[in-house]
Structures are given as C-alpha cells and as structure tokens.
C-alpha cells in the first residue's frame, strides 16, 4: 500500500509517501517538510492565521515534489492520510481539506490521524525499529506525556504534565533568554557552552512519587534568575542558565521515564516529539537504560518534528492493524483538542 501523508496542523507542513508491505518494514519513499520558523520568528512565536495561509501556499507544491522524488504518479497512491488534530483548528482544516478533496478527486479512501499517535509510530520508520509493547515518552511542545503501548491504538496513559509540556519550556526559557523561536534548539545550541552547575533550579515533581510532569515552576525560576543577572556586564551566565534548564528538563524526563519503565515492568522505551531531538536527552536516556537493561528507540532525527511521512505510517499502520473503519461518508472535521487514548471513542472517518 502506498500511502500520502499530510501534516499541517501547527508550524510545519509536510508532505510525504511511505509504502507498507505484509511482513516488510515500512519503507519512506519520499518526504518534504516546510518550515514556517523564519515567518513566526518576528512574532515570537506561531501566529495561526498565518499558519493556515502558508499551508494553503505549501501543500501542492510540496505534494508535486514528493510523488516526483519518488517517481511515482497520484494514480499509485493507494490512501490519503491527514493529520485530524490535536493542533490548530485553521491549520488543520488546511491538510483536511486538501486530503479528502484529494482522495475523492482520484477515488480513493483518506484517513483522519493523530498527531500524537503519528509521533509515537514514528520510530518505526528507523533502521532499528521498536516491538510492542513499550513505554512510550511522547515530548512535543504541546504535550508530555508517558504512555503504556500495547499494539496500534492500545494506549494507556501513565502520566503527563499538569502545566506546561516540556518544549514548551524550551520554548519559554529561551524566550526569557532572549533566543529566537522555536526556542529548543536554540537553547539547547546555547547550552552547549554554558555550566550547569553553576545554577541551582528546581525540578518539579520529581518526588512526586507518581508519572505526573509540571514545569510552569522551572519558567518562573529561569524568569527570576534573568531579572537578577539581566543588568550585568559579562554575558556567559546566559549560556550557563541555558545548561542548568536544559539539566532540570532532561533530569525530570530521564528520571520518570525510568520510573514508569520500572512501573510498568516494560524493557522497551521508545521517544518520540520534537523534543526527542534533544542530544543531552538522547544521551542521558542511553546511559540509563543501557544500565537497566531496557531498550530505546528513536526516530531517525529528521522525524523528531512534525512531517508528513509520521502521519502516513500511523495510517498505514492503522489500517494493517484492522483499527481504522471505513466510512462512505463524505464529511470530515477536525479535532484541535483530542486525546489520545480517546482516538477510537471518536473514529476517525475513512472516506472512501
Ligand atoms: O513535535 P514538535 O515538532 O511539534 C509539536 O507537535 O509540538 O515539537 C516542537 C517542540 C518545540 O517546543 C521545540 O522547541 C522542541 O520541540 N525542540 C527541541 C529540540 N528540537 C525541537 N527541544 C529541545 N532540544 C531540541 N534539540
Ligand atoms: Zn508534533
């Protein structure tokens, strides 16, 4: 099956065709992705009117680009997947709409998916892909989340944030920071020549002693910590402020993630969101699960953010696992708040 992926429903359009073969890993033909980073840059952040307008300027082409990379026709494609949401409500509608157009024009089924649900699956299209079940470290920045994943749509929620999500603290941070939008890599760019140590900040719900996140605590102590040191001539505190959050953020995931693995009695964890890209998360994660024996996945670094060929192969996956029902119904919606243990209480619609 040769399946197109839409993804629009934040900052980034993507565009891609992933081909599935009974008893073959599946195969990435094709992706393209477009970044809106540089348009949100002035405004500090995404703007959704924009968003949706750029999306609308960047979907045909970059659909033209991929079917051409992978030498392949539109007549070859076998199901149209869109992203249905989380996400925003206008920018979604953008990659709805073209899809199911698109697979009504050339007579074929589109398919509604998850953004999360994407994110997760998305380490199947690694050269070391992961086997059910695991525990799943979802970090966007939207959400953080730990989740039990037993098979294609069998998740189970373990914890998430009770305030802000993890990128969002990288976003937050180096904000305050005076870094440019989206602000994770950025910080964590800056963080490279800084001292962790040389700060003391908090991490939040560490001793919980449950799989909850919070760290609308951690942006207030960076906040506090700038207005202290902001007026000061030499400016390598900075550098050293981005070290000491991206430890608390990464400590806090590190350290849960091993808690819900012990809970859970589960040897596999896989990470997934933009997040995931984070190299001292990658790194602090491999040591500790190298120590307790358990395995971890990652997408390949070029699918930590959101792209087209994630939304693909959750549809992909969906339908060869028999949980996508088909509807002959040619309406479809948009979901930009949706959860995702909730995904088969609202099915998404298949057109065909
Ligand atoms: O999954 P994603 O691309 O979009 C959402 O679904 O939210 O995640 C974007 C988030 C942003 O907050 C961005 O700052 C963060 O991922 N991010 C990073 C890194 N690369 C992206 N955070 C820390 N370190 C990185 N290298
Ligand atoms: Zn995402």
Not at 57 to 73: F, K, W, Y
Not at 97 to 111: E, N, R, S
Not at 140 to 167: F, K, N, P, W
């Amino acid at each position: 099956m040769i399946v197109l992926g839409i993804e629009s429903s934040c900052d980034e359009t993507g565009v891609a065709l992933v081909r599935t073969r009974p008893d073959a890993t599946p195969q990435l033909l094709s992706h393209a992705l477009h970044s809106q980073a540089d348009m949100h840059q002035a405004y500090g952040g995404v703007v959704p009117e924009l968003a949706s307008r750029d999306h609308i300027r960047r979907l045909l082409p970059l659909a033209r680009g991929v079917l051409a990379q992978a030498g392949r026709s539109l007549g070859e494609v076998d199901l149209v997947a869109y992203t249905r949401g989380p996400g925003l409500a206008g920018a979604l509608l953008v990659g709805a709409g073209m899809g199911v157009a698109l697979a009504a024009a050339l007579g074929k089924p589109a398919l509604g998916v998850h953004h999360l649900e994407g994110h997760l699956l998305s380490p199947f299209l690694s050269a070391d892909p992961p086997r059910f079940p695991f525990v799943a470290l979802l970090v966007s920045g939207g959400h953080t989340q730990l989740m039990r994943v037993a098979g294609v749509g069998d998740y189970e929620l373990l914890g998430e944030t009770i305030d802000d999500a993890a990128g969002e603290a990288f976003d937050k941070s180096a904000k305050l920071l005076g870094l440019g939008y989206p602000g994770g890599p950025a910080l964590s760019r800056l963080a490279a020549h800084g001292n962790a140590a040389a700060f003391e900040l908090p991490r939040p719900m560490l001793g919980s002693g449950d799989l909850h996140f919070s760290f609308a605590g951690l942006k207030t102590a960076v906040l506090t910590q700038v207005r202290k040191l902001e007026a000061s001539t030499c400016d390598a505190w900075r550098a050293d402020l981005a070290a000491a959050t991206q430890a608390a953020i990464v400590d806090v995931l590190v350290k849960k993630s091993m808690r819900a693995l012990r809970e859970t009695r589960l040897a596999r964890l896989v990470v997934a969101g933009g997040v995931g890209a984070n190299h001292l998360l990658r790194e602090q994660l491999d040591a500790a699960c190298h120590k307790a024996r358990v395995q971890v996945h990652y997408p390949e670094l070029h699918l930590c953010s959101d792209n087209g060929a994630m939304i693909a192969l959750a549809a992909a996956m969906r339908c060869d696992a028999g949980r996508a029902t088909p509807q002959r119904d040619l309406t479809f919606d948009v979901k930009p708040r949706w959860a995702l243990d909730a995904i088969d209480a609202t099915a998404a619609p298949v057109l065909s």
